[in-house]
Structures are given as C-alpha cells and as structure tokens.
C-alpha cells in the first residue's frame, strides 16, 4: 500500500460557518421542506438557528453530489452508484468555498451529536436506495482532502464517548461505536496532517480501556502507513512504559513498520528494556521479535541482554524435585514451552543467531558468567540440526572441560522437569551420547551424570528403552574408553534402579554379546550389572530373576570350561562376581529351582572354577587374585569360607619342608647344581624351608610349574589366615623367617665355577632367584600389615620382633634382586609371570616385551648368548649426540661399556664421602673372578625393570616400613646402612604413583590396573593410606643431603655386618655405594613429591588434610619471617598459603646445597619448586572460579607471585653455573635436556617474558660462536651453560616459547572484544607483536653465522609456524592501522628481513640437498606467501602513504654475494626499477621466491 499525502492550507481557528442562503440549501432531487422537514426531525434537537444552517449546508451539498441523507428511516444513507465521482465532487465544491467547507463540517457535527446518526455514518451505506452496500459515508468523507483533517479530529473526539461500551466485556462491532471509527482509520489513502493526527491519537489512546488501546495500537501500522515512524515509535515507548500490558500489540506494530535502522534499533531498545517487567505469557512473543530483528550489528548485544535478564522460570530447585512426589512434575506451566518454542524456532529462521550464541559463549570464560539458559540454547541448536549441530557439541564439550558448566546446571534443566524435557530428549540423548564417547574424564563424567539424570527423571517404558538402547550401542562401539564410561553408568543405574530394570533387562541382554572384546575391568562391570539384576529379581519374587541368573551361569559354566584361557579368565571373573553377589552374608537365602540356595550355587561354581585351572598356572593365579580382593571386601558366607580354607591347607604339603635343628636332613642334587639353605633368620629352630629348588627341578620334567602360584596362594592363605583369626598371623609366623632352598651361592656365584655355567644351569640359578624374590616380597605383603595399627589383636605376635625380621627380609630382597639383575645382563631370560596380565584385555602396568606366556612351561634357553652380545657390540652404530650430529665412540666409552671403568652420577661430595668400600684395584680383582663383574645393589635395576610386570607387587601396606629402622647393635649408628632398603621402597613409592599419575603413558583413559592391593583403591584412599609416610620421606631426604654435603665417617663394615645378619651369603663382588644411594634418595623424594603435587584428586575437598600433612612435613626449620618480608599480607602461620610458601623456601634450601656438589641434583631441586608453584595454582584458581572473591585473595595473589619471581632466579641461578665441571655418565644428552628445562622455567616465570626472549636472542645468544673455542664461557654474558655444545638447546627453546607468546596474543586479540581493545589499550599487544618479530627475525639471522644443517631447519621450520600464527593478527592490525600505522610499518618492515633470510636458505639447502630442511620448505613458502598477499591487502585496504612493490629478487646467499641461477639468468630484467635500488639486505631472496617492499612516502603522493 502507498500512502499519498497531501499538502493542507495552514491551520485556522476555527469559526462558526457563516449562514447558507435559502437558494443554496434547496435541494435537487426532492423539494427543501422535504429535506429540511428531514434534516430537523432526525439531526437537530431544537437548537440555535446558526446549526440549522448548517445542518441545512450539510445536506445541501450532499444532496447536490447525490446522497440522500435519510433515505429509509433508521437506515444508512443512501450513495450514487459510483463513490469515487461522489468524492471528487464533494472536494471540488468544498475546495473552493472555504465557508462552506466550515459549515459542512459543522453540520456533520451536529448531526453526528446523536449516537443512532453516527452509527448510520460509520456503516456501510447503500447505492442509489438498492441493497447494494459499499463504503460508508464517514469513510468517504475521510477521502477527501480539505475536510479529512476535521472528520478525523471530530471522530477521534466521538471515541471517549463510547469508552462505557467495554464495561460489560465489550459489544459485537457492528454495535461497536468506538471500534468502528478505528476501523475508518485504516487503510487510508492519504493522511493531510500525519503529525496532528498521531498526536491526537495517542492521547486518546492513553485514555482509552485496555482493550480498546491494544486494537488501536495493534492497528497502527494500517492507520499511518509509512508515515511519521519516528513519533509513533517514540509514543509507543511512552505507552510501554505506562502500561507494560500493551507490550504484544507494541511489538506487532515494530514488526509491521517499516522502520529505518535508527528507529529499528530504538524499538529493539524499548523491546530489552521489557523483558525484567513483562509477563511471563508475553515473553515468548518478545524473544520472537528481538531474534528476528536483530542483524549482526546488534545479535551480540541482544543476546548478552537475553541471557542475563531473561527469567527462566524453569530453574527450580533440584535437590527438591529428587522427592519421589515431585519426581517428573514441574511446578510451572507451559511458559516454559513455549518460551523454548519461541527461541527454537527464531535460531531456525535467522541463521547468524546460531552462529552468535556460541560465540557469545566462546567469549565467556568463568562458571559464575554461565546460566541454565546457556544449556538450553546449546540444546536448541543442537534439536534444530543443521550444520551448527556439531558446533554446539564441541561447545558444550569445550566449556565443560573448562569447568565452566558444573553438574548443577544439567540438574536443573532435567531434574522435575519431564515435561519441559520430553519434546527435546531426543537431542538430550544425542548429547549425552557424544559427551561419553568423548576421550576426556571430565567430559565422560558429564555424559555418566546426564544419562543417569535423564533414566530417574523419566520414568516410561519408552524413554527407559532409548536409554539403555544408547547404553549397549556405547558398549558395542570397541572403543576402550566409551565401552567403559558406558559400563559405569549400567552400573551406577542398576544400583539404584535394579527392580524397575528387571521388566526391561531383555533391552539389556544383548551385553553379553560383547564379552569377547572386553578386558577384565569391564568384566566385572558387565557380571556386576547382571547379578545385581539377578538379586533384585530374587528379591521381588519376579519370575525373570530365575532367567536371568540361569543364562549368567551357563554362560559361566562354558566359558570356564573352555580350553581356550581367554575363555576361561573371562569365566573366573564371573565365578568371583556371583560369588560376591550370591554368596555374601547379606545376600537373600533364595533358593531356585534345583532347591539350591544361592551360596551353594555360589560354592559349586567356585569349586568348578578351581578345578579347571588346577593344571594352567594363569588361570589359577587370576582366581587367587581375585580371591584375595573378594575376601578384603566381602564377608562371605562362612560355608565358603570353610571350603577356601581348606583348599589353601595345602600350601604345607606342596611347598614346605621340615628341617631337622635347621639343617636339610637330604641336600637334592640336579644338573649338576647343588641346593642350600640360604637367610634363615630362625637360626636351628625354624621348623621349614621353602622348596624352591627341588621344585623347580620337578617342573623341569612337567607341563607346569607350581611355583608359578606359590606366591599368588600364599597371600591367599594368609588373607584366609587374618578372616579367621580376627586380623592376627600367628598361624603362619613361621614362614617368615624360614629359610628358602637355592642353589649353592658358594658353588656357583664365587670363584672361578661361575664362568663355566650352561644354559640350563643359568635359568635354574636365575629361576630359583626370581621366586625367592617374589615369595619374599609376598612375605612383606602379608606381614606388614601386623605393624600399621590396623590391625586389632596382634598380641600373639609382637611388633618388636617382627620388625626386626621385615627389615631383614628386605635386605634379602634387596640383595636377589641386584643378583637377579646382573644375571639378566649376561643371560638375558624370559622370566615366567606370577601375576595375572591383561595381554588380551588391556595394558598392564609395566612396558611389556614382545615374549608371551604360553601357558606351557618351553625349555630353558638363553635368548642372546655371549656371541650375539659381542656381535651386537662389534656392530654398534654411531650414535647422536646431544647437538644432533653423529658421534664416533671414544675411547672412554669403550672402557666404560667394557666394565674397566665406573662412572659416577655425581662428582665426590669430600673424601670421607668419596671412598668406596674396597680399593679400585681389590674391586677388578674381584669382578674378575666372576663373570657377574662388580655388582652395585644400590644401582636401579634396569633389566629387572623390563619384566618388572611379571613379579609380584608391593602393596601400599609395604610402604609403611619406611617408617621403621633396625636396632642398631654396631659399635655406631649409621643410618646410611638402612638407607638402600628405603632407596628400594622409595622406587616403589614413586613407581606406584607413576601408575596413578594422570600423565602416565602406561594407563589408558579407562586403564586395567593389573596390579593387585592397589590397583582397585581409589585415589583419594591411596592418598590416605600414604599421608603417614611423608615424615619419614623428609627423614630420608635429609640423611641423604647430609651425607653428599658433609660426607660420612661412619665405619664402612656396616652394610656387610648388616647383611650378614640377615641370612645374606657373603659375596665379594657385591658392593654398595654410598653417593650412589644418596644420589638416588635425593631424586627419588623430589620425584615423588613433584608427582604427588601433580594429582588432581589432591585438591578436593576430602583430600584436602593430606595436602596440609605433605606440606607441613617438608617445612624449614626456621621461621620464614625473613623469607616472607615482601609479601604484604603476610600470609597467616598455619594457612595453607603459608605452608606452600614454606614448603618452597625448604627445597629452594637444598638447592641452594645441591650447587656446591651436582648441577643435575640442583636441576632436579628446581623441577620440584616449579611443581610446588603449579601446585599452589592449580589450588587458588578453582577456589577464585567457584567462590568469586575471597577475603584471602590478596595474600594469595601476592604469594603466588613471590614464588614465580623466586622461581626465576633460582633458575637464572643454576644457568650461571657451569654444569661442565660434573662428570655425568649419561654425558651430554642428560645435561641438555636438564637446561633446556632450565631455561624453560626461566622465561616462563620471569617478570616480562616477552621483554627476556628480546634481550636473549638480539643480545646474548649472537655472542656464542659458530665452533668451540677456548674461553668460550666467558664470552656468553654470564652464562655458562650457554656454550656451542648448547646452543642448539637455547636456540631451539627460544623459538618455542616466542611461538607460545604469539599465540596467547592472538588469543587476546581474537578473543577479547573489539571496542575493548581500541586507541591505546590497543598500543601494549601491538608492541608486543614487535618483540616477537625482533625475536624471530634475530633467530633466524643466526643461520648467516651458525651454519649447521639442524640451525637452518629449525630456523625454517619454526618461522614457518610463527608466520601462520601472525597471520591471524592482520584484521587486529587492520582495525588498529589508523592509530598506529607508525608501529605497524615497522613491524611489517621488520618481519620482511627475516622472511628474505628464510628464502635464501631455502633456496640453498635445494641446490645443497640437505634433506632436513628441504622437507620443511613447502608449508614454510605456502606460509610466507600468504604473508606477502596479507600486507598488500591491509595497505590497501587502509589509507597510508605508503608504496607497495612485489616480485623477484636477486639470487644471492646468506654472507649477501649474488649466486648465478641457471633457472632465473633473466629474472631481473622484469623487476620493477624500485625494487633494483633497493637496500642490499632486501634483496637476498631466491629463485622464483616474491618479495615485497614496503616504503613510506610521508608527505609525497604515488600518482600511478
């Protein structure tokens, strides 16, 4: 519709018309007392002669142009059959007499005074007297122009008239008085007096019933057209802010204008402002018309205003809706709904608003920023599909692995909130998917929560369906980390849910299908969720109970059957699982059809278990395990606690001998190897020894061996021992000091007998040494814990004579394993495995080699003998060293792989603490009498390492002997002679964690942790049962700081007198070095500490006083006033801020010490203070994102930053130091990865990183030389370890951490806001984009002195990465040009050297070959020459004085001469003649490379 306006003569006041002659007022059609009889009758009330005249004029002119008036009494007036020719007749005669024109009206007036006479005006009027309707008259006469502004003034003032119609609900519209004239309002041709017209109709609109006012300012739009928009737009906020009930039909008309942007944006402004007062019915109309009007000038602001005004009524609380009388009603209506309805359906038509709310999230970066509404608009945009589905996904991902969606929020969408929920579980289930199929903890977490959520929340057959139909597709995926997050949700359903699961557990069944491919862990999760099904089914009486467990023991029954061992693991699983469920003494006395009760069908498929692996020592160590965990976690019923210990009665009969006065009455004798007794600690009264050997020779002659489950039964035995005699082992006291039959250590392991073993003589000595090992660490095992006081009665069996014999059992074992190792270095063997080990189901704990247990004992041999070993050293290849070249080897390396030489970790800490045991010459006389050499027990045994997955493990209970010493009956206390026992519990502490370690390589995401008594306790438990050890560590740690600072002067017989008395055999060539062992104690609690800090689960809430214990044990000695002078506040003595200030001040202490003996141990020390400051902030933050700000803030802030800077110079410290005066064995490879860690800490936690890469690579490293020199160290700056040896290091960190620093400042940049990075809040990023290119561009520039072939691929390699992450910044530096363009042209002109010199060497290394960097140039070029279009399009785009030049430059090399090019001889002739004059060190670019040149013009103009 166009709406024409006319141009109206000036207002006038108004006038009473002046009187119409009798001559005018005579009508045409029929004679004037007819008419005026008419007229007085039914439009005058008796009045004034001056209205008769006018009502005389009134109907003169009408009649004249062909209406009758009164046509029919009561009836409307009757019109000529033509209403147009009507009109123009009416305007032509009204248009030229003015007084007319005012009688006219005057007489409508006065004959519309009577509400029967207007009506008949406002209804459709009929055409010459027929029926025919058509437009009414007042409709008419609001068409013509010089009377419309006066109708519609003398109508809008009939309206108030009619205001007590709406009192009774309002009147049909043909009754309707006051709705009729809004109706001749619309659709008009042409408005003379827009502007008066709307102002009068808003006041009467802000006087008119709420009815009335919505239909007239819904109907606005119709009534003004396109006219006036601004002052209708700016009456209606007025409205809006009057009354907020209008707010519907407001937002029709904004939507029906035909709004300017300005005008746009101010109703989109009055429509925000709403949305804190509107209703909530209202609000889904309100967000409709925001998301529909905005465009992406305005999306962000409209949704930032969304998010944090709108009210979700949906957010009720959800620990409420948990009541089971709440459980699925919301307590709101369909607001809700249809508020969610609105927003779907807006992000469906308008596609940037998808695109805007996750970047409106991305934006955000604390939990307390994020809102229930977040949630759901992820799953609006998920529901409505598309391509963004997949962007909301990894959205929700990303903002839960930040911490910024917590479990609340999910709880609140879901919880009592079915209804709500029920139109978008399909999408609430697609998410929930994908979050446990995600690889992520804290994702996997999410999806566990959601899919149990969603199960108790809604309740139908249906949903429950889909939700385990999800669960067993997760299950069936064979994806590792998904199969197991799956599994834990069944479980934690069926838990709570097992008897509403029993009707539906045929949607479950199809699990079973999938036990091929699971491993163990997921084992027992499967027959977990099966037998609580089964118990629950028993329980209610339901008929499908029986069905279930009849199917879970067949299956059982086969796979224990099965000859196939993977088969049969599976069914041992099983076995202990039913067992567990059926057979516990809580569990119900059901009894099923064959009248068995549940534990005796638990017993008769345990006996079976145990019959079928009596013959495979896998299958029989799996089960024993699993015993032993059963029996410390359930109490079983007693008739099968009866039968298991019946069945380790045995353990006499099969693996005992009696002993007469101690001694062996029959010394066996095979292969030409004779057996002893070796460690008796009983002396003549011990009444058994262990058989070792002669079993070991029995096995030789059958399929199995049963010293492969010796161990594994006996802790079964002692586990039955503690269940039966309330926690005491007393029984079995015995077997811990009885001796073990070995081989003759006199025979074969001294003189000249031992160089003349045969294969089968060496796997029988390394065999028998290998078990005794495990049967001792077993020992420890079980024995250790009669001494941690857990254990109630142990009177029988006191503490002060056990610990004695523990400490000498672990010197025994101390000692096999050092022979066990040097063995392995001569005679590499395959050691048999006494623990059970996932090699079909998952990992295991330790790295594997490649050699399979076969269940069958193969013949003994020796799988590299002496021959291959010499070849294999003959044959040895020249290895790298630590700058990347090839070495030859040296004469010392020869002499020292040869054994004529040891090397020492550190240097001598002082000549009580240098001397060995024996005298060098006695040691080589002795290591060669042997073929073992001289064996070091304090060494760490790395043979043993490799197959350290095979041996029996240490439980946690073990650790607790750190705690406890030898009584020391020597002529002096040495504690140095107890100190290679807790070097060797220690390792195992550190191993343990290494496991638990969330870095670790050797567990996966959902890891099978093999090893028994440990691996099944959860982390928080792990933390508890070691939080008493932390003194003793500290203990340890300052013996062995003692003795490498101070030395010692202790006799140096203890260890041997120690040794001895503890049943050890006296062997010349075992040796133990002191500096060795405290070396390897100092590192080892610095390792332990450090991966103890790294845990996450230490900083929840219930691990909390276990952080507090470990920090307080390792706190100096005297007060940290003084350390602590510069933090204000001071943090208060007890806090935990304290603590962690003290803890950093004890090991920035014994680095302090550790400089004046070994730079590796002072590396290490560091390494610790780094993993205590990351520690305090792994702390702090979490607190600061949950609670906001704390009062402690502060003190924490400072803290923290006083540890950063005391970390850089301690860092700065050890770079000053010459590392070169310590003789490392592990020579140069160690040293440099040791200060390229260094100099990381140092530029990370320094004051201004930026500012330190800058000095470092223009200043400092340009000094260090092409080759070595002497007197190099002293031409570095005052860094020694800053040397051509270590360049490479220097120069390759140097180039990561710039990278790291252009990364985060494009983060800032791309992340933050625009407008809030403008004018000078712009100037410090900018600045620090210069630092980064003055870094790069001086690295690269290096390779003109540094002309290694590693120096120019690291030099290309890494300047391609900085030019693919710079060139992210060009719209920053685009936005920002006008303001710093000075700053920016320099960058760029900068930058432009460095890409030049990377050209050059690439150019060469293709004519020169060199592999290494070729193979890095074509992402590298790729990279620059979008670099080169870049500034060329930000100079062109933005107003600058500046010329730009491109093309090709000449040919030279890195020292600036021209090199001849066959392939470019004419590539100068089409250079443009700018670019031939200009600077010499511009021009060094190679064949086919482009260039740019960039010159500043200032004041001149380019005319081209």
Request: charge should be neutral.
């Amino acid at each position: 519709m166009v709406f024409l306006q006319r141009s109206a003569p000036p207002n006038r006041r108004k006038r009473r018309p002046a009187p119409v002659s009798d001559d005018d007022l005579q009508p045409r059609s029929q004679p004037r007392h007819v008419a005026a009889a008419a007229v007085a009758t039914e439009g005058s009330d008796g009045g004034d002669e001056g209205s008769e005249r006018d009502f005389t004029a009134f109907i003169s002119v009408l009649a004249d142009a062909g209406c009758t008036l009164l046509a029919t009494p009561g009836a409307p007036p009757s019109l000529p059959a033509d209403p147009h020719r009507f009109g123009r007749c009416l305007e032509g005669r009204l248009s030229v007499d003015p007084s007319l024109r005012s009688r006219f009206v005057a007489g409508f007036s006065a004959y519309t005074r009577t509400p029967q006479n207007l009506k008949r005006v406002l209804i459709p009027a009929s055409q010459d007297g027929g029926f025919r309707k058509g437009e009414s008259l007042a409709r008419i006469l609001l068409l013509v122009a010089p009377i419309q502004a006066q109708i519609l003034l003398l109508l809008l003032e009939k309206i108030p008239e009619h205001f007590d119609a709406y009192g009774n609900g309002g009147l049909p519209l043909k009754d309707d008085v006051a709705r009729l004239i809004v109706k001749h309002f619309m659709w008009l041709d042409f408005l003379v007096d827009a502007e008066g017209f709307i102002e009068k109709l808003m006041e009467v609109v802000s006087i008119s019933p709420p009815q009335l006012k919505k239909e007239i300012v819904g109907s606005l739009p119709e009534i003004i057209g396109e006219q006036c928009n601004g002052t209708v737009v700016t009456a209606l906020d007025r409205l809006l802010q009057e009354d907020s009930e209008i707010i519907l039909p407001v937002l029709d008309s904004f939507s029906n204008l035909n709004l300017d942007e300005q005008l746009q944006e101010q109703a989109i402004t009055t429509a925000l402002s709403c949305i804190r007062t509107v209703e909530a019915d209202h609000m889904p109309h309100l967000l409709r018309f925001l998301l529909l009007s905005s465009t992406p000038a305005n999306v962000r602001r409209i949704l930032s205003q969304i998010r944090e005004q709108l009210k979700f009524a949906g957010v009720i609380n959800s620990h409420a809706c948990r009541n089971n009388k709440l459980k699925g009603k919301s307590p709101v209506d369909s607001t809700d709904a249809s508020i969610l309805d609105a927003l779907r359906l807006s992000l469906l038509f308008k596609n940037i608003l998808s695109e805007a709310i996750l970047k409106e999230m991305n934006s955000l970066d604390q939990p307390r920023e994020h809102k229930v509404i977040d949630v759901w608009l992820i799953v609006l945009i998920h529901t409505n599909g598309g391509c963004m589905m997949k962007n909301s996904e990894r959205m929700l991902k990303k903002k839960i692995l930040d911490g910024c969606f917590h479990k609340v929020l999910f709880e609140q969408c879901i919880n009592g909130q079915r209804e709500l929920v029920k139109d978008y579980f399909p999408s609430f289930l697609s998410i929930t998917a994908y979050l446990l199929s995600c690889k992520e903890p804290q994702a996997k977490m999410f999806g566990i929560h959601l899919y149990t959520s969603l199960f108790e929340e809604f309740s139908d057959t249906y949903s429950r369906q889909e939700i385990l139909g999800a669960l067993v597709t997760h299950i069936g995926s064979g994806v590792g980390h998904e199969v197991c997050s799956a599994l834990e949700t069944m479980i934690l359903v069926t838990s709570k849910h097992a008897e509403q699961l029993v009707p539906i557990s045929s949607h479950i069944t199809g699990i079973l299908d999938y036990l091929d491919g699971f491993h163990e862990q997921n084992l027992r999760k499967v027959y977990e969720v099966f037998c609580q099904l089964a118990l629950a089914a028993y329980s209610s009486a339901n008929s499908i109970g029986s069905s279930i467990l009849n199917e879970l023991l067949i299956i059982i029954r086969k796979q224990v059957g099965n000859p196939d061992i993977k088969y049969r693991k599976m069914g041992i699983i099983g076995t202990i699982k039913i067992v567990s469920t059926l057979g516990g003494v809580n569990a119900t006395a059901s009894y099923m059809s064959t009248q068995k009760s549940n534990g005796e069908e638990a017993l008769e498929l345990l006996k079976l278990s145990v019959d079928s692996c009596k013959l495979m020592s896998q299958p029989l160590i799996l089960l024993y395990d699993e015993l032993i965990v059963l029996l410390e976690s359930t109490n079983l019923q007693p008739v099968i606690i009866e039968w298991i210990s019946q069945h380790v009665g045995e353990f006499e009969s099969l693996f005992l001998s009696d002993l007469v006065e101690g001694q062996l009455p029959v010394k066996s004798t095979s292969n030409g190897i004779e057996g002893e007794l070796w460690m008796n600690l009983d002396g003549v009264v011990s009444p058994v020894c262990l058989n070792v050997l002669p079993l070991l020779f029995s096995s030789m002659e059958q399929c199995s061996s049963s010293l492969q489950f010796l161990p594994s039964q006996f802790l079964l035995l002692s586990i039955v021992e503690k269940v039966t005699n309330h926690g005491s082992l007393s029984g079995i006291d015995a077997l811990l000091g009885c001796p073990i039959h070995l081989p003759s250590f006199k025979q074969f392991l001294v003189g000249a007998d031992g160089k003349k073993l045969t294969d089968k003589q060496k796997w029988i000595i390394c065999s028998s040494i290998y078990y005794a090992i495990n049967w001792i660490r077993e020992l420890l095992n079980a024995f250790s814990t009669q001494i941690i006081g857990r254990v109630g009665s142990i009177s029988h069996f006191p503490s002060e004579e056990l610990v004695p014999k523990i400490m000498k059992r672990l010197r025994n074992l101390v000692l096999l394993e050092g022979l066990l190792n040097a063995y392995l270095k001569c005679y590499p063997l395959s050691l048999p495995e006494l623990r059970y080990s996932a090699e079909h189901y998952g990992s295991s704990f330790s790295r594997r080699d490649n050699t399979k247990s076969k269940g069958k004992k193969s013949t003994p041999s020796i799988l590299h003998d002496k021959n291959q070993k010499q070849k294999k050293d003959s044959m040895m290849v020249e290895k790298p060293d630590a700058n990347g070249k090839l070495r030859q080897p040296t004469i010392m390396d020869v002499l020292r792989r040869a054994g004529a030489i040891e090397s020492q970790e550190v240097s001598s800490a002082g000549s009580s603490g240098a001397t060995s045991n024996r005298p060098h010459c006695q040691e080589n006389e002795i290591a060669g009498c042997n073929e073992l050499g001289l064996v070091d027990i304090s060494e760490k045994p790395i043979c043993l390492e490799s197959q350290r997955f095979k041996f029996r493990p240490l439980l946690v209970d073990c650790l607790s002997i750190l705690s406890f010493s030898e009584k020391q009956d020597s002529c002096c206390s040495d504690s140095l002679a107890e100190l290679p026992l807790h070097l060797y519990l220690i390792r195992d502490f550190n191993s343990k964690l290494e496991y638990l370690s969330p870095s670790s390589k050797l567990t996966t995401t959902c890891s099978v942790k093999t090893l028994a008594g440990y691996t099944r306790m959860a982390t928080g438990e792990f933390l508890n049962r070691v939080r008493s050890l932390f003194t003793s560590l500290k203990k340890h740690l300052d013996s062995a700081v003692s003795f490498l600072q101070y030395g010692s002067e202790s006799c140096e017989d203890h260890w041997k007198s120690s040794s001895l008395a503890a049943g050890n055999p006296d062997l010349p060539y075992i040796s133990v070095s002191k500096i060795s062992v405290a070396t390897s104690v100092f590192k080892e609690v610095l390792y332990c500490y450090s991966k103890l800090l790294s845990m996450p689960d230490l900083f929840l809430k219930t691990n909390l006083s276990v952080l507090r214990d470990m920090l307080e044990a390792f706190q100096p000695i005297e007060k940290l006033d003084q350390f602590l002078f510069t933090i204000k506040p001071l943090p208060t003595p007890g806090s935990i801020d304290y603590l962690y200030c003290g803890a950093f001040a004890f090991y920035e202490g014994i680095m302090d010490i550790a400089f004046s003996f070994s730079f590796t141990l002072a590396s290490e020390a560091l390494v610790t203070l780094e993993s205590i400051v990351n520690s305090y902030v792994m702390l702090t933050e979490p607190c600061r994102e949950r609670n906001g700000k704390r009062n402690d803030e502060e003190s924490s802030e400072c803290a923290v930053g006083f540890l950063r800077s005391r970390l850089a110079l301690s860092s700065r410290k050890l770079l000053l130091q010459d590392p070169c005066k310590e003789d490392s064995d592990k020579g140069n490879k160690n040293r440099g990865d040791m200060i390229q860690k260094i100099l990381q800490i140092y530029l990370k936690y320094s004051e201004s990183t930026s500012e330190l890469l800058d000095e470092l690579a223009c200043k400092v490293l340009p000094q260090v030389p092409s080759h070595r020199a002497t007197n190099t160290q002293e031409a570095m700056n005052g860094f020694p370890t800053l040397s051509p040896m270590m360049f490479l290091i220097w120069y390759r960190v140097l180039h990561e951490e710039n990278l790291s620093i252009l990364s985060n400042t494009v983060k800032e940049v791309t992340g933050r806001s625009r407008r809030y990075i403008q004018g000078e809040a712009a100037k410090p990023l900018i600045i620090k984009l210069r630092q980064t290119v003055n870094v790069v561009v001086a690295l690269v520039n290096m390779c003109k002195v540094h002309d290694k072939v590693v120096v120019h691929a690291m030099a290309v390699k890494y300047g391609g990465k900085y030019m693919d992450r710079f060139l992210k910044v060009f719209d920053f530096l685009q936005d920002q040009f006008q303001a710093h363009n000075d700053i920016i042209l320099e960058l760029v002109k900068e930058l432009q050297k460095g890409t030049r010199t990377i050209q050059t060497i690439c150019s060469e290394a293709k004519g020169l070959k060199r592999t290494m960097v070729t193979s890095k140039v074509p992402a590298t070029k790729r990279s620059m020459e979008r670099f080169l279009f870049h500034v060329k399009a930000l100079l062109h785009s933005t107003p600058s004085n500046c010329t730009f030049w491109m093309g090709n430059l000449k040919h030279k090399d890195l020292s600036g001469q021209v090199v001849s090019s066959q392939v470019y001889d004419n590539g100068e002739d089409g250079m443009p003649q700018e670019m031939e004059n200009s600077d010499e060190d511009n021009n060094s670019i190679g064949p086919a490379q482009r260039a740019i040149e960039v010159e500043d013009l200032g004041d001149q103009q380019d005319d081209d």
